[in-house]
């Protein structure tokens, strides 16, 4: 029979337990949480061309139109040009008409966002959630199933092929 005494343990320590669990982060419980790197800004520089330094490091954007990645379509993965982190699998991306590749669905777990305020309005910036670098904003006016287009710097990215 359960004494009072040991109804309390038992509750204080579920209680413990709960609130633990609710400050894992939802990607590291889930498992899916990504190793962070961390470079100084010279590592950076000489690992990226001036262009891509400025869009990854800088939180800059590229002309529109101007990436080759816009008329990439075999298949395989979009991956970070910082660390080579996947990002987008080619069967998320379309063409949006913005000038910049698009997709509808990051990797789960692959990016993070923060709030952007520039330009005199409120957007949604997104970035490698490996190495932190920049990659562009997130719209809500994609295609189903997400609804969501991811409109990415073609000079933050890097295609690789399906291997096979």
């Not at 910082?82 to 008409?97: I, M, R, T, V």
């Not at 777990?109 to 005199?120: A, C, I, Q, S, W």
Request: charged content about 25%; some cysteine.
């Amino acid at each position: 029979m359960m004494d009072r005494r040991h109804f309390i343990r038992l509750a204080v320590g579920g209680a413990c337990a709960c609130y633990a669990m609710a400050r894992i982060p939802a990607a590291f419980a889930a498992g899916q949480a990504v190793a962070k790197i961390v470079k100084t800004d010279e590592e950076w520089k000489h690992m990226l061309t001036k262009e891509q330094y400025y869009v990854l490091r800088e939180e800059g954007t590229e002309r529109p139109f101007s990436s080759p990645l816009n008329e990439e379509k075999r298949t395989g993965a979009f991956a970070c040009a910082g660390c080579g982190l996947e990002l987008f699998s080619s069967n998320a991306k379309f063409d949006s008409g913005t000038g910049w590749p698009s997709f509808y669905q990051a990797i789960e777990g692959h990016v993070e966002t923060k709030e952007d305020r520039t330009l005199g309005m409120a957007r949604t910036e997104y970035h490698c959630a490996r190495c932190g670098g920049h990659q562009g904003h997130v719209f809500e006016d994609g295609p189903k199933p997400t609804g969501l287009r991811y409109c990415n710097n073609g000079l933050a990215l890097k295609f690789v092929p399906e291997q096979g």
